[in-house]
């Protein structure tokens, strides 16, 4: 069975900082391609930051360009999200999405990030 998990949400300050991290399991971690994504209320899900199934290719979303890191461990079947600098606007729930394709493609739960003071 396909799980993703998340963890790392919660409370942050503006200009504080937060990591997610999300692990995989049912499923050949080392093979596809991983992206966090995020929802904020009212809005639709966006993509915030991708990294290719060896870790060599790596985009973000221009809103967190300079200020997120996503990185990966084959290893411990782990990608993460070290996010600095938070701004009330990334408030959302995030979410880690694995991707090899239309059929194989998995959603973790999410995990809830709210910037306030």
């Known amino acids: 069975q396909v799980q993703l998990v998340e963890s790392g949400g919660g409370l942050v300050q503006p200009g504080g900082s937060l990591r997610l991290s999300c692990v995989g399991s049912?499923?050949?971690?080392?093979?596809?391609?991983m992206k966090w994504y995020r929802q904020a209320p009212g809005k639709e899900r966006e993509v915030v930051a991708a990294?290719?199934?060896?870790?060599?290719?790596?985009n973000y979303a221009d809103s967190v360009k300079g200020r997120f890191t996503i990185s990966r461990d084959n290893v411990k079947y782990t990608v993460y999200l070290q996010m600095n600098s938070l701004k009330p606007e990334d408030t959302g729930v995030y979410f880690c999405n694995a991707d090899a394709g239309p059929r194989y493609n998995y959603w973790g739960q999410g995990t809830q990030v709210t910037v306030s003071s």
């Open positions: 049912g499923f050949t971690f080392s093979n596809y391609f």
């Open positions: 990294i290719s199934s060896g870790g060599g290719s790596i």
